[in-house]
């Protein structure tokens, strides 16, 4: 009954730009931290989280390029993606920590987008 929903993947060149949607639907109390997760050949890793405050983490290997951000009337969490490497491509998940009910929280994953940098 709770669901979180990706979009905005897409083939875009080296270089090139990238914004990343997830959107929280259901019936829940709140949202918590948020974050976004990739996994290419290797195991998931993440890339970047957003606290209920506004405070963000990065990948050191974003830092700089990606800004992490969200709109809590919206209940929607975005990725925006600059100055993007070959190394970039992979699949790209949103993860929440969902109060469901009150004093119940979930972790829950959406299904991922890809995105690819290709020259």
């Known amino acids: 009954q709770v669901q979180l929903v990706e979009s905005g993947g897409d083939l875009v060149q080296p270089g090139g730009s990238l914004r990343l949607s997830c959107a929280a639907s259901g019936s829940f109390v709140s949202i918590n931290n948020m974050g976004w997760y990739r996994q290419g050949p290797g195991q998931r890793e993440l890339v970047a989280a957003i606290t209920s405050g506004g405070r963000t983490n990065y990948a050191d290997s974003v830092k700089g390029r990606f800004t992490i951000s969200r709109d809590n009337a919206k209940n929607r969490v975005y990725l925006q993606m600059n100055s993007l490497k070959l190394e970039d491509t992979a699949v790209y998940y949103c993860?929440?920590?969902?109060?469901?009910?009150?004093?119940?929280?979930?972790?829950?994953w959406g299904l991922g987008t890809l995105v690819t940098v290709s020259s």
């Open positions: 993860n929440a920590y969902i109060e469901t009910i009150k004093d119940l929280t979930l972790e829950i």
